[in-house]
């Protein structure tokens, strides 16, 4: 199984500000890592799949990048709706897994 | 417009069973594989299972292997996961998730999800 480690936990930023947020994984997954985003009590949002690309309807302030075991989800300017939980996922192997997710909190 | 609506979560004791049903809508339901993703009360989310669009194909976390099974029934858009020998460890909202395309195994579309507690 692919363990993917999340980093921080949980990352204290004020709005206006640039997050970056990392995804490693315990062995290859060429670029077949997503990015989602979880608001309390919705269903998650995916936001980048295939490690850079911007899924649909998602603003351009999102973007990802890395390849092989090391990921990135920047923010580039966080607005007040972006303050959420953050996932990753693999589907490069089964099982599928996600990692274990940041907080982006103000 | 993807709509994706669960149900069938509920309390159920420990070693019970448990039915959830996932019915599609806005999309050729035939076509795309479907997956089963679960998240515990505070905790982050964990792929259940899949299978593939003409149901000959299944995959299980291992934590549910041999206690659940997937299914479908294209005729209706619907998928199912039926759930026995629950614990309480299976407490969780469970998620009905529709990937990007075919084989692509992200999720662009998500239902509300539905709660399953397992509690004496």
């Known amino acids: ?106 | 417009e993807v709509q994706l609506l669960e149900s069938g979560g509920g309390l159920v004791q420990p070693g019970g069973s448990l039915r959830l049903s996932c019915v599609a809508s806005g999309f050729t339901f035939s076509t795309y594989d479907m997956t089963w993703v679960r998240q515990a009360p505070g905790k982050g989310l964990e792929w259940v299972s899949t299978i593939s669009a003409t149901g000959g194909s299944t995959f299980y976390a291992d934590s549910v292997k041999g206690r659940f099974t997937i299914s479908r029934d294209n005729s209706k858009s619907t998928v199912f996961l039926q759930m026995n020998s629950l614990r309480a460890e299976d407490t969780a909202v469970y998620y009905c998730a529709k990937p990007r395309g075919l084989a692509k195994h992200n999720y662009d579309s998500w239902g509300q999800g539905t709660l399953v507690t397992v509690s004496s």
């Open chain 1, 1 to 106: 199984e692919i363990v993917l480690t999340q980093s921080p936990a949980t990352l204290s930023l004020s709005p206006g500000e640039r997050a970056t947020l990392s995804c490693r994984a315990s062995q290859s997954v060429n670029n077949f890592l997503a990015w989602y985003q979880q608001k309390p009590g919705q269903a998650p949002r995916l936001l980048i799949y295939d490690a850079s690309n911007r899924a649909t309807g998602i603003p351009a302030r999102f973007s990802g990048s890395g390849s092989g075991t090391d990921f990135t989800l920047t923010i580039s300017t966080l607005e007040p709706e972006d303050f959420a939980v953050y996932y990753c996922q693999q589907r490069s192997n089964w099982p599928l897994t996600f990692g274990g997710g940041t907080k982006v909190e103000i």
